[in-house]
């Protein structure tokens, strides 16, 4: 995801994303921890992009 696909979602649209990301961030921990994710870097990927998707928020506010 890029940055300036999240700068044109809504507030609404950020805050579904958010709990989208954060509940995909969870299974991948949980592949993880049993041995059974295949790429590890997507990991970091959802982090990041979870975290862009937060930062906009607190910028809107």
Known sequence: MKNSE???MSAEQLQGKV???SQELFN???????SQLQDT??????KRDRARVL???NEMK
């Open 6 to 8: 999240v700068k044109e």
């Open 55 to 57: 930062t906009r928020i």
């Open 41 to 46: 870097a997507k990991l970091g990927k959802v």
């Open 28 to 34: 991948l921990r949980l592949q993880k921890s049993i």
């Open 19 to 21: 709990g989208e990301l």
